[in-house]
């Protein structure tokens, strides 16, 4: 593995948007791998979703090519990284947090849109796929 996606790119690729279908072809899907808290993130939107069943259908079907990590791994360095970031003032979500304790846990690169808030976090390496 190598990326680790964040909940909006796995969102847009369910779309069928920003051609990451190619960019997931080109890295390889066995490079890729998601969070648990990402998987409960998509959960929770397709249980929001007006088509809940087609939602859950792509998520099951994305989990089947997608290895989804633990994050039972990183609780010492969320801890760690949340005092951090509270003693600068510079906190994020605790889910985003998770997240990316994930990524720096797996050595992953952190794949995300979201960049502006996960640039807050040291030693983490982010990449954009998305070109607006």
Known sequence: MK???DSNICIHFFRGKFNLLQKFENVGK???????????????GAEKS????KNYEFIN????????????NTIYR???????????GRNISDFDLLIACTALENNL?????????F?????????NWINR
């Open 78 to 88: 969320f801890g760690k990284e949340k005092a951090m970031l509270s003693k600068l």
């Open 109 to 117: 690169i952190m794949v995300t849109e979201n960049v502006g808030e």
């Open 30 to 44: 066995e490079n890729l791998a998601i969070s648990e808290i990402t998987l409960l993130e998509l959960i929770y």
């Open 119 to 127: 640039i807050r976090i040291q030693d983490l390496t982010i990449e």
């Open 61 to 72: 079907q994305f989990i089947v090519d997608v290895k989804v990590l633990s994050i039972s």
């Open 50 to 53: 007006q088509n809940s069943i």
């Open 3 to 5: 990326y680790l996606l």
